[in-house]
């Protein structure tokens, strides 16, 4: 049986969309953060790199011709 959609969730293609997607990404990517923490030395210096991550990829998935 299939999940009930998000009602919160946009629909793809949309700005709502496309935020609630890199939310989700974000969301999963946060949980092996802590092996960035390992690498970077410090929480704050991991959570920069991974916004860093989450900025360029929503920049390149919106951007038409990147």
Avoid at 13 to 23: K, W
Wanted: hydrophobic share 50%; aromatic share 2%; net charge negative.
């Amino acid at each position: 049986m299939a999940a009930a959609p998000d009602p919160d969730a946009g629909a793809p293609g949309t700005a709502a969309g496309h935020a609630s997607r890199l939310a989700s990404e974000v969301d999963t990517t946060a949980a092996g953060a802590s092996g960035l923490v390992d690498v970077a030395g410090s929480e704050p210096v991991a959570q920069s790199l991974l916004l860093v991550v989450a900025v360029a990829v929503w920049v390149a998935e919106g951007t038409p011709g990147l």
